[in-house]
């Protein structure tokens, strides 16, 4: 069958998106998503993500990495659906949606979506980094001349190595440019390479700068290879709350492919 597809980019982190309300897409085809999703023989993309009802929200979102898997929060991703949801009429300028984490709220101001991401209660500091969990769990790493490093080689070898084996995490590589103002550059797991962007390293990024006192900032500012994003925040006894993610979802075009 023709299936419709919409291509959808939030600081070059890019996603094919389909409206799956009407239950279309087997969504145990991994093979087929996978190769969706790759840049040669397929669409091209960091990762798939379906549209589906949901009795209790607007919309939910159902996210695959790159490889086919289905996998854990992608906060790009999650700006993306959510302007995505506005182009169907789902929506007008807020949201409510249930992904694989749980509850998240959203705001549109013209091209700029906000998303609420979940409460951060633990981040955990290493000698050489810090770790945690913003939907999906990031290892970040302070470095100097980010702009010249070596992000594939370097951060597959954290992403499979101890403590994390098999299971993975994502990694990001940070540089202080300012008192608020960071540029990172992140390995992400199940594209297994570097993007443009990452939503929920980012937000990583932000609560992990603060929480080791890099910044004293509750709005930080993050740059990365495809643009710029913010993430704004209340630190609290408990850790992080009222964590938002902010910044472009733009839809790149349409098109019909055989599913």
């Not at 897409?25 to 589906?52: H, V």
């Not at 209790?56 to 700006?79: L, P």
């Not at 990172?184 to 932000?206: F, K, P």
């Not at 609560?207 to 209340?234: D, E, P, W, Y």
Request: charged letters at 25%; a negative charge; glycine letters at 8%.
């Amino acid at each position: 069958m023709k299936m419709t597809f919409y291509k959808y980019q939030g600081t070059g982190n890019d996603f094919v998106i389909v409206d799956n309300r009407l239950q279309i897409i087997n969504k145990n085809d991994t093979e087929r998503i996978e190769r969706l999703c790759d840049r040669r023989f397929g669409i091209g993309a960091d990762g798939f993500i379906l549209l589906e009802n949901d009795k209790n929200t607007d919309f939910k979102m159902v996210y695959y990495n790159a490889d086919g898997n289905e996998s854990t929060m992608c906060g790009n991703g999650g700006r993306c659906i959510v302007a995505f949801a506005k182009f169907l009429g789902i929506i007008e300028n807020e949201a409510e949606f249930i992904a694989i984490d749980g509850l998240h709220k959203a705001k549109i101001e013209n091209e700029t979506v906000h998303l609420q991401m979940q409460d951060v209660s633990e981040i955990k500091a290493f000698d050489q980094h810090l770790f945690l969990d913003t939907g999906s769990p990031h290892h970040v790493e302070m470095v100097t001349d980010v702009a010249h490093l070596e992000v594939k080689s370097k951060g597959s070898k954290i992403r499979y190595g101890e403590p994390y084996n098999e299971a993975g995490t994502n990694v990001n590589f940070v540089e202080q440019l300012t008192a608020d103002n960071f540029e990172v550059r992140t390995y992400e797991r199940g594209v297994e390479d570097e993007t443009l962007s990452c939503g929920t390293g980012v937000t990583a990024v932000a609560l992990a700068m603060h929480k080791s006192n890099k910044t004293t900032s509750n709005i930080v500012n993050l740059k990365v290879q495809g643009g710029q994003l913010k993430v704004t925040f209340n630190s609290t006894e408990n850790g992080y709350d009222n964590i938002w993610l902010i910044g472009p979802a733009v839809q790149v075009f349409k098109g019909e492919i055989e599913w």
